[in-house]
């Protein structure tokens, strides 16, 4: 079999494709320049009071460039539709197309019900107003509906992402596989890495890892912010002090070198990340109890059961999070017993837990500030005053009054912070911490790519690409909820 070329048949595109690019290069070059010459006349007003569009030279470019954009999104989308029904006809993006499918199926799905009901849904239904919001929420999306599908039920990948392929070493993308057999995929779609192992498959399965851990420790780190920021800030005075200053503490300290203490085998020996994942993890069990306590105080019949149902479940959660083997501290010195195998339904290997702490603690100091800041000012609002005259006692009006209404900027950062949590995480795996060598994740295949980087790029090149678009992606989403916030 032949290598596959890029683009395939499709390859009378790409002349078309290199003209667009080069318009719109050019276009958005002299866009910036013409911004920089002051203007002689200002914008002409609209009978609705708005702003109409710039007339003359600056007008009429913005009006190209507009177009020229549309078309290159138009000539994505060709290439994309052409290479799902052509396949590997189309190339290599042809092959990637059609083995994404299921991908593509899932967004327009999304897609297409959030913009029937958005109406109905909220600030997430606003966000479909929002042009910016859009595509980063499709970005997003693309690498969750790939990692859950690639990771969790192997539709998408090509090949096993750890077996290694006789032949494959280094090999350039699109290279068909040696010794193919019937039912195998012909074709390493993106390369193989200096192990032989498929750039491609190793790219989607390093996706479930980002995917898994960025969102559940910056959801745990919310929980351990939220919790301490919002009564420092409500009650100020010494408990303010106190937590600030521990806060303040962990921030000056430097964030590559703190993980390097965490992560470093000397200190997991110690069970020193096992005794902070205790405490870091109980947060959101102290939060959900408090949250329901303080909602259903008045209306014990039903708050009683629902707490021992809840509650219930999330220490058996809890236990699970912080148990390896039925111990969750197992050392020389020490033997904390923990939950039996038989009732440890959460996997949490020690070095995906080691990491987990690393970034929860990392975080949590700069949204408990958030939060704090937050509580500061909103405390000071007629509403909150408005409930301490009816009665209502101090942690409802913390998660009830204050928290939902400090709920933009917190889903804003929420959205940032999963950026900066994705990028920790490739820091992490470049520099071989935390994670198994083996280990599939961006970070850890950029690191092993980047030793024959002037040779063989692409093993590098990929997952980098993956972990830049995803940043991208989680900016542009924050962006567009903070258009929108601010309109509520």
Not at 6 to 12: C, N, Q, V
Not at 418 to 437: A, K
């Amino acid at each position: 079999m032949e290598p596959l070329t890029w683009t395939g048949s499709l390859a009378g595109l790409n002349i078309i494709f290199s003209i667009l690019i080069a318009l719109l290069a050019l276009g958005i070059v002299v866009q910036i320049l013409l911004s920089l010459v002051p203007s002689t006349g200002g914008r002409a007003m609209a009978a609705d009071g708005t702003l109409a569009a710039e007339k003359g030279a600056a007008g009429f470019l913005g009006f190209i460039v507009n177009w020229l954009f549309f078309g290159f999104i138009a000539l994505i989308l060709i290439y994309l539709v052409l290479g799902i029904f052509m396949g590997t006809g189309a190339g290599i993006f042809g092959g990637m197309a059609r083995q994404l499918l299921p991908v593509w199926i899932a967004l327009i799905v999304t897609f297409s019900l959030s913009i029937t009901f958005k109406r109905r849904l909220g600030l997430y239904g606003k966000l479909f107003d929002s042009t910016v919001g859009m595509i980063g929420f499709a970005i997003v999306m693309f690498w969750v509906f790939a990692g859950v599908m690639g990771g969790v039920f192997d539709m998408l990948v090509t090949h096993d992402s750890l077996s290694q392929f006789s032949g494959m070493k280094n090999k350039l993308p699109g290279t068909p596989l040696r010794g193919a057999e019937e039912g195998d995929f012909q074709w390493f779609l993106l390369g193989g890495d200096n192990l032989a192992r498929d750039v491609f498959s190793r790219l989607i399965k390093g996706a479930w890892v980002v995917v898994l851990i960025a969102p559940m420790a910056t959801i745990f780190a919310f929980m351990v912010g939220i919790t301490l920021g919002l009564p420092a800030g409500y009650y100020s005075g010494r408990l303010d002090t106190i937590l600030s200053f521990l806060a303040n503490l962990i921030l000056a300290f430097p964030v590559i070198l703190l993980f390097y203490l965490l992560v470093t085998p000397e200190i997991v020996l110690t069970g020193i990340p096992n005794y902070m994942a205790a405490v870091l993890f109980i947060f959101p069990v102290i939060f959900f109890a408090v949250l329901l306590n303080s909602r259903y105080y008045t209306q014990p019949s039903f708050r009683t059961p629902l707490l021992i149902v809840v509650l219930g479940g999330m220490m058996w959660a809890y236990l699970s999070l912080i148990s390896n083997d039925g111990v969750i501290v197992s050392n020389d010195n020490v033997l904390i017993p923990g939950l039996p195998e038989i009732l440890d339904w959460i996997p949490m290997p020690p070095e995906i837990l080691v990491v987990f702490v690393s970034v929860v603690f990392v975080n949590s100091p700069t949204v408990f500030r958030i939060v704090r800041g937050l509580a500061l000012d909103i405390k000071t609002r007629d509403y909150v005053a408005a409930a301490q005259t009816r009665g209502e006692g101090a942690w409802y009006i913390m998660l009830w009054e204050i928290l939902p209404n400090a709920r933009g900027p917190l889903i804003v950062d929420f959205c940032l912070r999963i950026g900066y949590t994705t990028i920790l995480l490739g820091t992490l795996g470049f520099f071989g911490l935390g994670l198994e060598s083996e280990s599939p994740d961006w970070g850890s295949t950029i690191n092993a790519g980047r030793r024959l980087l002037s040779l063989y790029p692409h093993a590098a090149i990929a997952p980098a690409l993956a972990l830049l678009s995803l940043v991208l992606g989680l900016n542009l989403l924050a962006d567009g909820l903070r258009e929108e916030s601010l309109r509520d």
